[in-house]
């Protein structure tokens, strides 16, 4: 009696360990095999260093202009497939949707789809996308507040997604199937306080006085005219090139002049260890005394006045020292 109870009981266990072995025996799916898709994105980087906004001047003092500098802004895009080749990629579509500050309110224009601002047939793995402030006034004009006039405004923030489609016939929207930090781009605009060109032009200089040795060594003399040519360097302010700082003096050279437009402070760097000392502002007219490495050794010192020639006067506190 005994060893048929135990044998009924091994027939109660028997479904218990096969369901464990069935259990152990599940089949897992097969792998997954990733395509274009899964990884398609855009990288923006900008073409120039530092420049990826649009730039919006404002000059300092009273004068002072207000005016657009940047307004197109270039970017190197990079289409990133997982490995994949850019060949397999029909076209992608670059859309724009643009947010608008009116006091402390803002509204979102562009809709779910966004404007269409480029498309792309049979893109290459990298390529340069232009964006521009004339072109997406264009789209949003009609969305515009009324107080735009239709026009972007410094306060205007702008978001891109892009739509890839591939000759497979998938398509990755960048607002809806990516997951990731760098689904979207933005931009806006960098509102820039500036120094007017104050330096930027050509002016007359004139030798008003030299010492003796001064016109023997440097070869210019008393009453000796000629003209002076300043350039805003590029990327500056209050930076600029000069064409010769010490008026043609033979032991002088080209360099550079900064310009403290607050203070009023000039100092120039040029070869020889040129010096100016700003002794009268007078109008368009400044009055300079000269000197050099070897003026304290062979006494050669002068004296020259440069004169604006655009009808307007030097600001009153530029000064050397």
Partial sequence: MKKIILFYIGLLLLPVFQSCEEEEAVRMPDAYDATWADYATLKFTPA????????????????????????????DISVELGGA????????D????????NGETYKYLGGEQGKLYESIANPSDSFVLSISKDKLEDLFKSDFSANHNGQVTTDDFFEFKWVITGKDGNVVDSRTDCFDFN?????GTNVVDVAPAIWEGTFNYEWIAATANAERYGRISVGQTGTMTMTLKPGF???????????????GSAGTLYYDYDSGLVEIDGRYDQKWDIVEVNGPTLTIDF??????????????????????DWPANIHTN
């Fill in 291 to 312: 000197s050099y490495y070897y003026s304290a050794g062979y006494d050669e010192y002068g004296t020259f006045t440069l004169t604006r020639t655009d009808g307007q």
């Fill in 94 to 101: 670059i859309y724009a949707f643009a947010e608008e500050k």
């Fill in 85 to 92: 080749s850019a060949s397999e990629i029909s076209k992608i």
């Fill in 183 to 187: 689904c979207t781009y933005g931009m």
């Fill in 237 to 251: 302010f209050t930076v600029y090139d000069v064409s010769h700082l010490t008026a043609d003096y033979y032991y």
């Fill in 48 to 75: 120039v260093d530092d420049l990826n906004t649009f730039e919006y001047y404002v000059e300092a003092g009273p004068t002072g202009q207000e005016y657009w500098h940047t307004t197109n802004v270039d970017f």
